[in-house]
């Protein structure tokens, strides 16, 4: 063998063992709980030099079977995932090539762990936007919309958070409830953190029910609600809640020993395939999501296994809280002399939550004493609007933002 032959033989081989431990390196890296854990495949480009690309690999292997994350089989089912490597101030930026996209991944936080948040457009900007999701969906309810809504502004900023026990944020503790009202307290924790004196909050669903909420609370803190799908908190019939109750604490007590959410340690957590992950994420918001949009909610609403893929919300958010709803009466009283925000409501045409004619016309008409600017407008859709068909949701918010952020709503006339 020639000397050539010897060193080339002897950079081959160096250049594998190399290329075979970044695989490694990479593949055993994961980012703060419960992200997603992200395998590295390793190819050549033209030139011959081993390209990184971050992948998630789907598995349709249950937990009694040998998965081979990195055979080319395995790989070719797998889904892509921006993901963000964690900075030493425990959060995460990714770029894209619009500077008004950035985004960066916060961690608030708390007694019982964090509130995770993803962050878009400009810190700096005048216009403070809080994104509040619906019930078991996450920040990446906004993933979709937001870039719209940034497009040519520099002047937003926004922060999408993931409730506690849903997303990349922290479970409560055993034995602890996740109330209606409590969630208030963690819209505050990351206000004050953020050190947001006024600002404005676009809510989806559940996340319009705590936005009302907030907003009577805090007058003089919110000065701007968007209502995805919601023309009112959420209100119930007084009539049968004892039944609700005792159903509640019965279902409470059956998923108590369901708080570990590691199926090595707790064989009732069900794992599953990604599809399977993807058909129940689907099936339980009735069809409303497209399969694009349940995707976009599955990067930070499931976690890799060895045997597959489990959820990363709490299994309590599930049960129906022992708080019951207000009251429409009740409800009226709460926000009549104290809800002054100015209002947009979108409504989903064919969305499941509505509520009868002479419920909405009573409240408008509140809105309409009390708000210097509401709006209510009525586009084609779901539930999940914002997710499916971004565009015309993003043009109405847009057009209310420049309406009540420039001062011009003088000789405004509402939609009803």
Not at 89 to 106: F, I
Not at 337 to 362: C, D, M, T, W
Request: charge should be positive; hydrophobic fraction near 35%.
């Amino acid at each position: 063998m020639t000397k050539t032959r010897i060193l080339t033989h002897v950079l081959s081989s160096f250049h594998d063992r190399l290329t075979s431990t970044k695989t490694q390196c990479f593949s055993s890296v994961r980012l703060f709980p419960p992200m997603l854990n992200a395998s590295f495949a390793m190819s050549k480009a033209s030139n011959g030099q081993a390209n990184l690309k971050p992948t998630i690999q789907a598995s349709s292997n249950m937990r009694d079977q040998n998965v081979d994350r990195n055979s080319p089989a395995e790989s070719s089912k797998g889904f892509e995932c921006r993901f963000l490597m964690s900075h030493s101030n425990e959060s995460a930026e990714s770029n894209s090539s619009d500077s008004n996209y950035r985004t960066k991944e916060l961690r608030i936080p708390t007694p019982y762990g964090h509130v995770a948040a993803k962050e878009w457009g400009n810190p700096k900007g005048k216009h403070k936007i809080l994104c509040v999701h619906g019930w078991l969906d996450n920040a990446g309810s906004f993933d979709l919309l937001l870039p719209l809504l940034l497009e040519g502004r520099s002047d937003y900023h926004f922060v999408a958070m993931d409730h506690p026990g849903t997303g990349l944020s922290s479970h409560k503790p055993p034995g602890c409830e996740y109330t209606k009202f409590t969630m208030l307290i963690e819209i505050k924790r990351i206000t004050e953190y953020l050190q947001w004196d006024k600002f404005t909050i676009l809510g989806h669903s559940l996340g319009s029910h705590l936005t009302f909420m907030y907003a009577c609370i805090y007058p003089e803190c919110v000065l701007n609600v968007v209502s995805i799908d919601l023309t009112q908190p959420i209100i119930q019939s007084v009539k049968g809640w004892n039944i609700r109750s005792a159903s509640s604490i019965r279902e409470y007590l059956r998923f108590e020993s369901q708080t570990e959410d590691d199926p090595e340690k707790n064989d009732k957590i069900p794992v599953y395939s990604e599809l399977e992950a993807l058909k129940r994420i689907m099936e339980a918001h009735a069809s409303s999501l497209t399969e694009k949009s349940a995707r976009v909610l599955m990067k930070r609403g499931v976690k890799k296994r060895r045997w597959g893929y489990t959820f990363t919300r709490d299994i309590r958010h599930k049960i129906p809280t022992m708080d019951p709803w207000p009251s429409e009466e009740l409800t009226y009283q709460y926000m009549e002399n104290v809800f002054r925000a100015n209002l947009f409501v979108i409504r989903a045409k064919h969305g499941p939550y509505q509520v009868s004619e002479k419920s909405r016309l009573k409240f408008y008409d509140l809105y309409q004493k009390q708000c210097k600017v509401f709006r209510d407008v009525v586009l084609d859709g779901t539930h999940h609007l914002h997710m499916n068909d971004p565009e015309p949701v993003a043009k109405e918010i847009q057009n209310f933002f420049n309406l009540v952020f420039d001062n011009s709503c003088e000789n405004f006339s509402p939609k009803l």
